[in-house]
């Protein structure tokens, strides 16, 4: 059902104003709406009010933000934080903001210097260690080559897939430099090849010019290790290396010790600021006068006391709540916020498959966790397949406490399971007709029907279809309540009209298969008449299409027989494979397989087709939906004290 909602009114001194804000904002009871919207035209005693600091807010979060990045996330020390919390929190907005620079400055200099040193660091060892590879590889090919003056040495990379271009490089090389180079080459790794070159300086341009065109990789060796024998340079590398990994260490442990001393405080400044740009942004929904502040929203009518002894125990008599008379209009703006009983809750998940009812529309979720878990049982129809469900929706829920949507998905399994237990009793089935055969049970002989499903084919169609007249009539009923509650006259005879068709069809199904007396036809029939002219009244041409389409719903609930037929069938196969099968392990395996199929199938068909039952059968009788949901400003956390 749809908590009634009270429209209020908060009015309080000005001075006052940061801290009611805080208040409510920590109450986590009212959805706001925009005082000025209500303010008569040519108003001049109540402003809207203009938001402060929320630029330098926003600014001190992102730095500190960035600090958070550079300094190593410590494991949450919530007593810490909670004490930092607390105390900022108290501070006025002006004093958070001044505690915030004072932080940040030194602070984040510190860490940005020591983060920018351990990035460059962090380059120096990538470079050195590529360097070191490079040389460690081709040191080999050093006593190969001439040792000569003017000489120039380069070294290159080439993957191993266009190893051919060192057979294009070789003669191009060779009439660049008049045949005065040498060229030698080795296996770098798995992907490419290292080879070093070495060549007279004077044709140093031309020689880069040409391996530049061909796309060639080039490595130049650093000056500090250019002039030098190749283990030299590659015994300097490595010491330069491990001396940078030391002082990348050293900072990291430095930034490590920042982050031990600041972060439980510039988490729980972070938090306060946070929210307190929350309740800046909620600002241009308040008004003010030269001496008042004032707030105005909707509060769920179970909160109301909530809040007011919030107000009251921060500021005593200075803040006033007072509820409002909300004309028709404003509460065709009122925000839906669901409260059903615990049974009922799980199925709010599939209303979010839709748009929020609007506040005057009965809420479906009940009905819909009367009816959804009925489909469900009837389709299923199974003992084994409904304890197996019961089981995994009891693994979801515990698993997965934290996700609501999957909390809620389990609710809906657990609940459904039932039916589908009892429905396997009525129907005899345990996998199938495993228990049958078993002689653990057989269907259940009712009303003269022996409901084994394979057999009782026409008297479930009955069934299912009866179910479905229930459920139609019941979401015309509802149509005419909700067209009632909003003085909507047409709609009111529209669905009046619907659910007169549908008894005067039952009337004349009930004369023609001689349950009811003769004498009841022509009246049934003046009573569609009747009904028909209602509907195209309230309708028009869309109103007289209703009237079939209303048949044809009706009719649609013969899938419930249909889909479980198909489940059945599904599970006789698996036993009939599994018992054909001469090797035993083999044929249950077979029979394991198929059932495992069915149970998934009998999870999700059901599901989607008893939502379909309720999304376009059921709802399309009264539903509108667009209705605004309950977004309370704030976190329910308790006020802090003033």
Not at 368 to 396: E, H
Not at 514 to 520: A, F, H, I, K, Q
Not at 596 to 603: D, G, T, V
């Amino acid at each position: 059902m749809i908590q009634k909602m009270k429209s209020v009114l908060v009015a309080g001194p000005k001075k006052d104003f940061n801290q009611i804000v805080d208040v409510l904002y920590h109450t986590g009871t009212l959805h706001l709406e925009d005082v000025n919207e209500y303010l008569p035209p040519g108003n001049t005693t109540v402003r809207k009010l203009e938001p402060e600091h929320q630029s330098e807010i926003s600014a001190l979060l992102a730095k500190i933000d960035g600090i958070l990045l550079l300094i190593p996330k410590k494991p949450e020390d919530t007593e810490k934080e909670g004490r930092f919390y607390d105390e900022i929190h108290r501070m006025t907005t002006p004093g958070v903001i001044e505690r915030a620079n004072h932080l940040i400055g030194d602070l984040g200099e510190t860490t940005r210097d020591l983060s920018l040193k351990r990035e460059e660091l962090e380059i120096t060892i990538i470079g050195l260690g590529r360097y070191e590879k490079i040389i460690d590889k081709i040191q080999p090919l050093e006593q190969q080559l001439p040792i000569l003056q003017g000489f120039e040495v380069t070294v290159l990379i080439v993957l191993k897939e266009f190893s051919d271009v060192l057979d294009i490089i070789r003669p191009m090389l060779s009439e660049i430099t008049n045949n005065q180079f040498e060229l030698i080459s080795a296996e770098l790794d798995e992907e490419s090849i290292a080879a070093i070159t070495v060549f007279n300086k004077k044709y140093s341009e031309q020689v880069h010019n040409f391996l530049f065109s061909k796309n060639i990789n080039e490595v130049r060796i650093p000056a500090d290790y250019a002039n030098m024998p190749l283990e030299k340079a590659l015994l300097l590398i490595d010491t330069h290396r491990r001396n940078a990994i030391a002082e990348r260490d050293e900072i990291t442990e430095k930034l490590s010790l920042v982050s031990s001393e600041w972060y439980p405080e510039l988490s729980g400044l972070r938090k306060v600021l946070a929210e307190r740009e929350e309740e800046i942004r909620a600002y241009m929904n308040f008004g003010e006068t030269d001496y008042t502040v004032i707030i105005r929203g909707w509060i769920p009518g179970k909160l109301i006391s909530k809040t007011k002894n919030a107000l009251e125990e921060s500021f005593g008599d200075r803040v006033v709540m007072t509820e409002t008379n909300a004309t028709e209009k404003m509460m065709e703006r009122a925000p839906i916020f669901y409260d059903n009983p615990g049974w009922a809750r799980p199925f709010e998940f599939f209303m979010q498959l839709a748009s929020p009812p609007k506040y005057y529309e009965i809420d479906p979720s009940p009905i819909m966790a009367i009816f959804f878990p009925l489909f469900f049982g009837i389709i299923v129809g199974d003992i084994g397949y409904g304890i197996l469900i019961l089981l995994f929706g009891l693994i979801l829920r515990y698993r997965f406490k934290a996700v609501k949507w999957l909390h809620q998905i389990s609710g809906v399994l657990i609940i459904s399971a039932f039916p589908a237990i009892f429905f396997g009793y009525l129907f005899g089935e345990f996998f199938g007709n495993l228990g049958e055969m078993m002689g653990w049970l057989e269907p259940v002989t009712l009303f003269g029907v022996t409901w084994n499903r394979m057999e009782a084919i026409v008297p479930l169609l009955i069934v299912t279809i009866a179910i479905g007249v229930i459920h139609v009539v019941l979401g015309l009923v509802i149509g005419i309540v909700n067209g009632i509650t909003r003085k909507k006259r047409k709609h009111v005879c529209e669905k009046c009209g619907l659910l007169g068709i549908v008894i005067g069809l039952l009337v004349l199904l009930g004369v023609i298969i001689e349950m009811l007396p003769s004498y009841l036809l022509i009246p049934a029939f003046v009573f569609i008449g009747i009904a028909t002219i209602l509907v195209i009244y309230g309708g028009g041409t869309l109103g007289a299409i209703e009237i079939m389409s209303t048949v044809g719903n009706i009719l649609s609930y013969a899938r419930l027989m249909a889909i479980g037929m198909a489940s059945v069938i599904l599970a006789l196969v698996a036993n009939a494979l599994g018992g054909a099968i001469g090797i035993v392990l083999v044929g249950v395996l077979i029979a394991v397989l198929l059932h495992a199929l069915n149970l998934i199938l009998a999870m999700f068909s059901p599901t989607i087709h008893s939502v379909r039952l309720h999304v376009v059968e059921f709802f399309s009788k009264f539903y509108e939906g667009g209705g605004i949901p309950y977004g309370p400003f704030g976190t329910a956390q308790p006020p802090v004290k003033k």
